[in-house]
């Protein structure tokens, strides 16, 4: 029997759980599904300021939440579009 690679943690302080399978991770986020440890890292634990704070979190080593992608900070901004102006004359 092998043991099952699977393993969830959980930030205490961002509220997230991420769950480690085959050395995947994935945050589980709260609102919005499952995301990236970068996109968790952009969103919430890099705002964190204390050491105290930094001590807790489980997503500060950046050599496991890897480079910042696009997207992660706010898919839900639409593309800008200023270039439809109002029009008249
Ligand atoms: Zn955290």
Redesign the pocket.
Known sequence: MTAPTSQRLR?E??Q?EIDCSNGIDQVLFSLGGAGTRSK??VR??RY?SNDEQKA?????DATKRGEEQPGDRYDEAPPLDLGRANGGS
């Open positions: 930030c302080l961002c997230v968790l890292w919430v634990c964190l807790s979190c489980i997503n500060q």
